[in-house]
């Protein structure tokens, strides 16, 4: 099994930064791309950014420029590095990562358990 878990959500006006990590434990081979994404209740989770094993990255069009994703690879972490953020981005935020288990080689996506982000005007 896998476990990843997500730090770093909070209260931030708007205008201000937050960072996040999202840290993957447990029987790992390995990690290919790992993203983040949102969910407002009752709306369906949306994709934030994603970056790939190689380091490549892709993100939503309201995040380009403001938002960066990265990664600590030794440590099987992914982080989402948001500034200028806007109430409208008030969701909670959620990581996913695709892993090849150490175990079986078989590959299957995780998400954490989410972390909410509450930014106020």
């Known amino acids: 099994q896998v476990q990843l878990v997500e730090s770093g959500g909070g209260l931030v006006q708007a205008g201000g930064s937050l960072r996040l990590s999202c840290q993957a434990s447990?029987?790992?081979?390995?990690?290919?791309?790992m993203g983040w994404y949102r969910q407002a209740p009752g709306k369906q989770r949306e994709l934030v950014a994603t970056?790939?094993?190689?380091?490549?990255?892709n993100y939503a069009d309201s995040v380009k420029g403001r938002f960066t994703i990265s990664t600590d690879n030794g440590k099987n972490t992914v982080f989402l590095e948001m500034n200028r953020l806007e109430p409208e981005e008030t969701f909670a935020y959620y990581c996913?990562?695709?892993?090849?288990?150490?175990?079986?080689?078989?590959?299957?996506?995780?998400w954490g358990q989410g972390t909410q982000v509450t930014v106020s005007s």
């Open positions: 447990g029987n790992i081979f390995r990690i290919n791309d």
């Open positions: 996913k990562m695709n892993v090849i288990s150490r175990l079986t080689f078989y590959t299957r996506d995780y």
């Open positions: 970056i790939t094993h190689g380091g490549s990255t």
